[in-house]
């Protein structure tokens, strides 16, 4: 039994090793050349999506021409006795998309990895000329990356993928994006410039505290409000009367702040905080035709633009004495934007024109640090100061053609200072932010307690002619903050401008 035994591990673990074979759909497809029909090579830049799993998406290669091998990522007793779909996106608006492939045992060729079951599809071709199939580099490019990101479905529970006979719906959008028209003026086109638009990319950790804000004028030497102070002077979370506070202030459509703060010791405390921000707008692009040298077809053409930028802050809370306080602020930065690449202009059925357009997604993320200060000169008078993202930071500045190397950027190292006087129920305050060129913007703002658990507050930025006017009664606070149009909304606009996303609400919990 004992001379026996390892031979019957070693066949567990050969049965297992077949079991576990990794399906590879391979071969070449053809197309026509140069118009002879008897005459074919091997066709490059054609996407190969199989239906089940469009993650294991291929392009036919330039060497061997034609040639594709697509890693299924099934495993062989999953597909086995099945029809399998594998599609096509190529140039041509008639060619046969659709290629079904039955898996099954005999197929599986002999080979020196007992891991892989490959199986070929002989005879693949394309009824059309080449230079009428094949994809321009940049387009199949783009294609496949784009293909990689369906979604797949998992109906077995065993393997990665849909049915393996999926329907067509998924693939309907990328066969127009492929197809190009004859006509002179539709059909695919690679943008070239990017007119000047209104968002103001990478500014919003700089408009935030001067501008989008309901306690203008207050938020880098902070008193009575502490519900920024995580944000832009963390240090003065601790002369905070409370130990603990949770604050959110959103306007629901464009712009977010939540944040809280915990007092972990008499000296000591800790504040975590997060802002959002979004912004559309509908901008104009200049497009060239794909393969095309005539400066005249250069249409314009309208492009919806999405720009999301937030930020995480982390900030632990030193009292050195009675008077001074510090903190250090650790953030991740994310910016997230698309950006033109490709349209296709098409025609439908009753001659009205309609784009479809293939985007490049730009996402951004950096962490930094800031460092503040708060110093109680007096009773009556305090300061703040704020060095914000330390290591020097960088947003784009606007989008960018493509394949340019002309890219700009925002710095985000800003310098804050803030000064608060305090008088009864009335705090008078005043914020002035430097950037790495420039002065940003001073703002000024007052804040009175008529009664008790009560606090209205106004200010106003000079610079960008902003305002902003709150009431806080106990834990909801409501806030109009007009930016001047700093945040833009343009593809989906309120009936309503004077309260189009400057009305804000929220709470503020102290325990």
Partial sequence: MKILTPYIILLLISLNTVNAQEVIIKGTLRCINNGVVTSTRGAVNIVIIPSFNPKAAVATSTTPQGFFQVNTGWNAQDLRDRNVTMYILTKCSSCKKIQRVFISEDLDKRNTDPTKMYVTIKGWKILENCENAELPDILSAQLLDSARNLPPEDISGKATGSAALAPVSFINL??????????????????????????????????????????????????????????????????????????????????IKLSGYQHITERFAVGLGGIYTKQDELR???WSKINDDDPFNTPTVSHAEKLQEYAVFLAPVYQINKQLSAAVTVKSIWQQFNNPFLVSIQQDINGNAYNLFLDDTVKRQRFDVDVSLSYKISNFLQAGVSVMNVTGTTLYADEFVPYSAIRSYVNQRAYGVGLCYKRGRLNVGADALLTDKDLYDISVGVNYVPFNNGLISAGYAFKQQSFSVAFRLKNFRIAYIYDNDLVVNDVKIAKNKVFDGKIYSGFVFNF
């Fill in 284 to 286: 104009q692009a200049v």
């Fill in 174 to 255: 990328f066969e127009k994006l492929a197809t190009v028209a004859v006509a002179q003026n539709f059909g695919l086109f690679k943008v070239i410039a990017i007119n000047p638009g209104k968002i103001k990319y990478g500014i919003f950790l700089h408009s935030s505290p001067m501008t989008n804000t309901d306690n203008t004028g207050f938020n880098f030497a902070t008193s009575r409000n502490l519900s920024e102070a995580v944000f832009w002077n963390a240090s003065a979370i601790a002369f905070s009367g409370r130990p603990n506070n949770v604050s959110l202030l959103a306007n629901f459509k464009n712009n």
